[in-house]
């Protein structure tokens, strides 16, 4: 079975740069070492580990790798795959599957390789990129919105709020559509449909107004594009009463999406904007409309920030800065809410959800599908780590559903859907859920204790071996100790009793 926490935690890897044509690759000649550190980073521990040789390489290495490092001795790269090959090889029941059939699915009936686009932006903006995209195994691209607007972008137009680790957190943008006219655009779909006839290309557009919202529809159609893309809801397009500006008023997204169904015969879906309190009356609208499906989320408006000596929040274009769209990692719970909300209105009923919204991982491509979604965009992953990212999402999602014994992607899609109550009210309330305490992994930090004190319910005690008790008369089991223990060494696999019995034995 995949374990719920992974044995080698994306902690341990912290110090590898993921690097392009990384020199342990070239060093080693029995195992690419880089593959299987990105895979570990990427919580596909269980692909790495079964795609290391029966006979373990490491055993008896000197380690070539570790010293062709970028970071020479700093990263454990061969304790790394020992301990994939010990630990994780062993638990592996399930072995990697022979061929990726089990991903195939589709975008309102367009056959689909696998549940993986690139969602509109720079990471799908020109030939040369979405071909590599498409031969690096991603299934189609939302290209960046073509209008016919004379755009002149920002710079510099990034900025982001990154980790401990370095890593990306969330990414803010002040970009804005595609730089390229129509017609170059319209070139590009051409050449890449004649030379990917079986990717599938799902083109956003903006129009100004009725008429240029069916003309774009209408052009992207003729010249191969697989199904459109309406953008009314990108935040930084709101001057002129564009993206999100359309995106708020229900009125006008069955206005648009009814003109540019009647120019085309293709697929058109409506990407509506996170910034609103209820994504369900532009979705209703959208359907009203004539719209296949609804792809969500787009950027949250946001302020990332402020240089405390400068006094310009980034990024700063010459002293001046503006309100933005933040994705990444981070908007994740805020995008699964949205899907989930429109995963449970009966007017998606056999319509196509596109979803977005931070996903980085498979597992995050997962959560997405189990909550609504048909297919998966993905864009800040793929402007921090590169296309390659596509290699474990598929060899991950394609594991996991082997095990578990799905025959198609298809078949978790909306499974979650009905663990989510729209109402609070409804969740039990008459037992409490203590945490379970496991002392072999503890190592005295005390962190669940000060946690508890300051934080909750004073229930827990250090003994004299700085091995937390807990005091089963004050927890209510809020498990706000799980969620602080830096060693997992606390989980949420303890007794549950009813609020009576606790009553009674206090």
Known sequence: MIPVQPRIPRADVIRCTLCDRAPCDTACEKVKPAGLLR????????TAAQRIPEINPCLSCTAPCEAAC???GEVPIRELINRLYYQVKPECETPLPEDESRLQCDLCGIPMENPFMLSSSVVASNYDMCARAFEAGWAGICFKTVSSLDIHEASPRYSAIQGNDGSIIGFKNIEQLSDHTVAENMHIFRSLKEKYPNKVILASIMGQNEAEWGELARLCEE??????ELNFSCPNMVENDLGQAIGQIPEQVERFTASAKRSCH????????PNVESMVPAAEAAIRGGADGISAINTIKSVVGINIHTYVTAPSVRGQSAVGGYSGNAVKPIALRF??????ISEMKGRHISAMGGAETWQDALEFLMLGGNSVQITTAVMQYGYRIIDDLKAGLNLYLAEKGF???KQVMGLGLDTISREMKLLERDSI??????PERCIGCGRCRISCDDGGHQAIRMDENRHPVLNGKRCVGCHLCVLVCPQRAITSTGKRITRNTKKNNA
């Open 39 to 46: 895979s570990v980073w990427f919580t596909n521990e269980q």
């Open 70 to 72: 970028v970071r020479p």
């Open 223 to 228: 010249n191969g594009a697989d199904a459109v």
């Open 266 to 273: 293709i697929p058109v879906l409506a990407k509506l904007t």
């Open 339 to 344: 899907i989930t909300e429109l995963g449970q």
């Open 407 to 409: 025959r198609n992607v």
């Open 433 to 438: 859920l203590f945490p379970s305490f496991h």
